[in-house]
């Protein structure tokens, strides 16, 4: 057996910055070696391949940062960032490369596992089988986010030892998501029951609850979709079978204090000392008094913010905005005199005065309080990433059994799960209705189209800030992310009725084919030039 090194080497095979960044070397490579004959060492891959998940151009920052940033719900206060924010993004973007290169880099380590796995001699066991499926589980991940952010991607299932087998060409979209649910449906068979699974990881229903949204997004706005029933069918069996619980209230289901909740279907794992986490960095403002911990300033900069329709489409009451947001006016630990008391949004300039500060390029936004971390005291964050949780698959079953006559009725129940959580500002059960707490319940004199826009709406609500909202946006076609742009543009000549516009504040240009063109991000600039079976000429739309 090779060292143990090298097994983790081969875990960044690919962060060194050669031209063909997906070719394994001889000194890297744990294909055909005797690594996957010892469940020790094929642990340790494994813990590799999450480790490039935890990177700084996966979920740690660039995968949060641009989705955010572009979605049409959120902004970057930074210069560099004015064609992301603004929605004029250049192929040459780094913080888009950098996502689609570190989720290569991810496949590539995932790919290595499995096809060790299929070949090791190691007998059947929960823990072996455990290992095979949770790499069929990161790859169908990781296709299915690239194949919704890039359209056709290439698909690499075999671990890349030569030169010319590292130039693989863009794969139809179809084919991409045939293979995402056969990935997933042998992740459902090797992934262990929640009793047998490992702390922080995922379990069989985290396979099926991800092919139920496999499904959702495939059927797009087509009401005579096949695809709605196999989301019913799967997100139902995770609600009856799935083990998995609503946390209350909202508020305890984000920061660090709240990491693996009973409402965690996948997370990525962050620790301040084992990982290199950004998120509370990037999405907290500078000297923010919950991160009081923090020595130095540099520390907390908030340059991924919402947008002021994120923060709008709360009602006053609703608990979900107390506990998503920091805005309003705040106390910058670093700072004395009229230079401590800043204002957020949706304070307007007019409220600065003599004791307190409105700073361009900041105060125009609020800030994203879910990935709160009271013990950072540095750079990286104990917080996680929650890539899908519990609220989701209901809000699936709602959407789905609205698109289906034999189980419309039915919808309003399970939306009315979510909603009644986010009512119980206390967490003891009870919708609050004595405070007029919003949102209300629906019932059945909601039609099947209001119901539809209301599961919409409440979607962009419950996973505000958790990078779900820029599929959510394009995923029933153009006409909704054109909505969206709109809704937006309203808000910003409401808020700036001179036509005069800060810095770091955008509108949108809403022609056809922009819109069009912002269904998708651009391909990648760096890799059409380094990959010889991929043109200039497939570039995406618009681009």
Request: contains cysteine; proline residues 4%.
């Amino acid at each position: 057996m090779k060292p143990l090194k090298y097994i983790l080497l081969s875990c960044c095979v690919l962060a060194a910055g050669c031209d063909d960044f997906l070719v394994e070397n001889p000194e890297t490579s744990v294909s055909n070696t005797g690594v996957y004959n010892s469940l020790t060492s094929a642990n340790a891959v494994l813990t590799g391949c999450y480790g490039l998940m935890q990177s700084q151009n996966c979920y740690s920052f660039n995968y949060l940062h641009v989705l955010s940033a572009s979605s049409g719900m959120g902004v970057s206060i930074k210069q560099n960032d004015v064609n992301l924010t603004s929605m004029n993004i250049l192929p040459s973007d780094v913080n888009v490369s950098n996502v689609y290169n570190g989720t290569y880099k991810t496949i590539m380590v995932a790919n290595d596992i499995i096809k060790g796995m299929d070949t090791s001699i190691l007998p059947a066991s929960v823990e072996k089988n455990r290992i095979h499926g949770e790499a069929y589980f990161i790859r169908a991940l990781s296709y299915f986010n690239l194949v919704r952010l890039f359209g056709k991607v290439s698909l690499i299932t075999e671990p890349v030892t030569s030169y010319d087998n590292a130039h693989v060409a863009r794969t139809e979209v179809d084919v991409v998501y045939k293979q995402i649910l056969s990935d997933l449906q042998k992740a459902w068979e090797l992934m262990p029951e929640k009793a047998d699974k490992e702390e922080g990881h995922p379990y069989k229903y985290a396979a099926k609850a991800l092919r139920a949204k496999v499904y959702l997004t495939l059927a797009g706005d087509d009401e005579n979709s096949e695809y709605w029933q196999l989301c019913y069918n799967d997100a139902l069996d995770v609600k009856e079978h799935g083990e998995y619980q609503l946390v209350r209230p909202y508020a305890n289901l984000f920061g660090s204090p709240n990491k693996n909740n009973a409402e965690s279907i996948f997370e990525i794992q962050f620790s301040a000392t084992a990982s290199d986490g950004r998120m509370t960095e990037t999405t907290f403002p500078v000297g923010h008094e919950l991160m009081d911990k923090i020595p130095t300033q540099g520390k907390s900069w908030g340059k991924t913010r919402p947008n002021q329709i994120a923060f709008d489409q709360f009602d006053v009451n609703d608990p979900r905005r107390e506990a998503s947001f920091v805005y309003g006016k705040y106390e910058n630990i670093y700072e004395k005199g009229k230079d401590k008391n800043v204002w957020l949004y949706p304070s307007p300039e007019s409220n600065a005065d003599e004791n307190s500060v409105f700073k361009k390029g900041d105060s125009e936004y609020a800030a994203w309080k879910k990935y709160y971390d009271p013990m950072m005291t540095a750079r990286s964050t104990n917080a996680n990433f929650v890539y899908m949780r519990y609220a989701d698959v209901l809000l699936m079953l709602a959407e789905a059994a609205n698109e289906l006559p034999d189980h419309q009725s039915e919808a309003y129940g399970y939306l009315n799960l979510v909603l009644d959580r986010a009512a119980d500002a206390n967490g003891d059960g009870v919708r609050d209705n004595n405070t007029e707490t919003v949102p209300e319940a629906v019932d059945e004199s909601v039609s099947k189209e209001q119901l539809r826009e209301r599961i919409f709406r409440e979607r962009l609500k419950e996973f505000t800030g958790e990078c779900d909202e820029w599929y959510t946006v394009r995923r029933r076609g153009e006409a909704y992310l054109k909505m969206i742009m709109q809704e937006h543009n309203d808000r910003i000549d409401e808020i700036f009725k001179n036509g005069k516009l800060r810095e770091f504040v955008y509108k949108y240009n809403i022609t056809d084919d922009n819109v069009k063109k912002n269904m998708l991000l651009p391909f990648p600039q760096d890799e059409i030039t380094r990959n010889e079976n991929i043109s200039q000429e497939e570039q995406n739309f618009g681009y």
